[in-house]
């Protein structure tokens, strides 16, 4: 596709339960990030992935987030045993270089993932 | 210290004036900078790159002063569709590459 796709859109979950969120990047891009934003916050980094180099997975605030991405293609953000204070927007975006010190992000419109 | 300062405003402005809004980063080490424009309720989106010599692009003039770590864009004759969020963003090296980080935002309305 034309821009950065992510699924679902809305996602409502019960406290406690394990969700999955997916992203396609932009075709060519060999860099992908996922960052989560809460309603009226900044934009939190959480994961970054480079070609098949390891994941910078610096952001990743606990053992309950992990992420996968398959070659350059599709990423897996995955939430096991969600909290409420998970509630927030995620954001994917990719970019077409390598890590470069003038990486522009190209952002999907998120998924809104709301935890009862 | 947050990694990248902004005012949050709201700066609340009339159609037609300048307004100006301030960054500031804590890593001297940073690389590239940049401003994104986030609209509400949507994704962020590249507004312009912050140049050490400064750039322009129409009504928008953006300063980078690596000195004093600080960063700024100027919005001149603004009009009702600027009114966004303005993000900054700083990247930054991490183990070999460089990661976007992002300032919360500082809130813009343009009124009639």
């Known amino acids: 596709g034309a821009g950065v796709s992510q699924s679902p859109s809305n996602k409502v979950t019960e406290k406690g339960k394990d969700v999955e969120l997916r992203c396609d990047p932009i075709?060519?891009?060999?860099?992908l990030y996922w960052y989560r934003q809460r309603l009226g916050q900044g934009l939190e980094f959480l994961i970054y992935f480079q070609g098949n180099s390891a994941p910078d997975k610096s952001g990743l605030p606990s053992d309950r987030f992990s992420a996968e991405r398959t070659g350059e293609s599709v990423s897996t953000l995955t939430i096991q045993r969600t909290q409420q204070e998970d509630s927030a927007v995620y954001l994917c975006a990719s970019s077409p270089g390598g890590g470069e010190a003038n990486e522009k992000l190209f952002f999907g419109s998120g998924t809104q993932l709301s935890v009862l | 210290r947050k990694e990248v300062e902004q005012d949050p405003g709201p700066f609340n402005v009339p159609e037609g004036a300048t307004v100006a809004f301030n960054c500031t980063y804590s890593n001297s080490a940073s690389q590239s900078f940049f401003w994104y424009r986030q609209d509400c309720r949507k994704e962020p989106k590249l507004l312009m790159s912050v140049y050490s010599s400064g750039n322009e692009d129409g009504r928008f003039t953006a300063q980078l002063n690596r000195a004093s770590q600080y960063i700024s864009l100027l919005i001149r004759d603004s009009k009702l569709s600027d009114s966004a969020t303005y993000l900054c963003v700083v990247n930054t090296a991490s183990g070999g590459s460089y990661i976007p980080t992002f300032g919360r935002g500082t809130s813009l309305i343009v009124h009639p």
């Open positions: 075709s060519g891009h060999t860099a």
